[in-house]
């Protein structure tokens, strides 16, 4: 008996490998990870100058880890042993209270954050438009009290003070009070994503609106639908996957615009909709605002009084343009991370009356697609 024992371990754990082995093998492979938001790896190519060059085996060790069986659950298992082993605040993402999943505080880069804000700055001195700088705070930094002890410092007391010492020729607005107000009766922040929820994005879009006593359309005019079961790119990327799933909500005012999406190298796609469902079929719901991110969105609405609105934008103003096309004939979303053109151009060629520059802070603190403003 107690040979047979001292044999029982080491033949499990030699069966284990041996079927995760021909599992691996036998397995159809995934090209995508949904839950992910990534392409995995491709199996790399043999050959002999990469295995000296060792980078055969640094890709053989990623294409093992994108394709071994079982491996969400496995990063599930590894989430939640550090969050027993009390290393929650240690992460990327928090585990916090409420059943928030909240992203761990972006490095502080100031000289990257003032060198895209004086770009900025200087595109809407140089065009002489009337502009806008509006942030949209960190969940963390405005949700500090559901933290996990230990957490790190969120850096958006500073951003916002830099960012009004360091522009001249556009304002800033900054919209926190207005976004807490609205958090203590009503979800701003979503629990699974790092974006605003439709009805934060209608507070960010009133609080800029009302600040520079100008009319808001009101909330009770929407006709607002619900959609459970929306695990955003938080949830996919923490591996906290017994989170319950966020809810996404529709705010239709009844306006009919017309909305043409374009993107370099691809016919024009135009929909009468700020709304692609079939993306309410996916986890990640949140691409059902504008389907997603583009090079270049144009919105219309020719029954609105005001004219042309350029947005300089990161995915936060997806959920706000809705809004704001109320009041504008025509609203262009641009990305800067797809857009290689003359936006000075664009302006001119477009006729663009106003700017609005509207970014996270935390991408302000990582992008330098600013570059290409010009």
Known sequence: ????????????????????????????????????????????????????????????????????????????????????????????????????????????????????????????????????????????????????????????????????????????????????????????????????????????????RETQGRTVRPAEDYTVTAYPGFCGTTWSSSGYFLTPPDTVELWDSGLTPTVTITDGGKDPVVSDSFFFPSHLEELDMYPVYLDGNHTLTKIENPDAPDGTLLVIKDSYAHAVAPFLSEHYRTVYLLDLRYYRGNVTQLVQDYGVEELLFLYGTSTLLTDTNSAWLF
């Open 1 to 208: 008996m107690k040979r047979w024992v001292r044999w029982l371990c080491p033949a499990v754990f030699a069966a284990a490998i041996f079927a995760g082995a021909a599992l691996l093998l036998l397995l159809p492979k995934r090209d995508l990870s949904e839950r992910e938001k990534r392409y995995l790896a491709e199996f790399p190519a043999l050959s002999w100058s990469a295995l000296e060059e060792g980078t055969f085996q640094s890709q053989w060790e990623t294409w093992l880890s994108d394709h071994f069986p079982g491996r969400d659950a496995f990063v599930g298992i590894n989430a939640y042993e550090m969050l027993l082993t009390g290393r929650n605040a240690l992460q990327d993402i928090y585990f916090a209270k409420e059943d928030y999943l909240i992203n761990a505080p972006t490095a502080l880069n100031l000289e990257l954050f003032t060198t895209t804000l004086q770009r900025f700055d200087n595109f809407a001195k140089n065009t002489g438009l009337p502009a806008s700088l509006v942030m949209v705070p960190a969940t963390g930094s405005m949700k500090e009290s559901l933290l996990p002890l230990g957490h790190g410092a969120y850096p958006d007391d500073t951003l916002f003070a830099a960012a009004g010492e360091t522009v001249s020729s556009m304002t800033v607005y900054d919209l926190r009070p207005q976004l807490a107000q609205a958090d203590r009766t009503r979800q701003v922040f979503y629990r699974t994503d790092h974006h605003l929820t439709a009805y934060g994005a209608y507070t960010l879009y009133a609080a800029w």
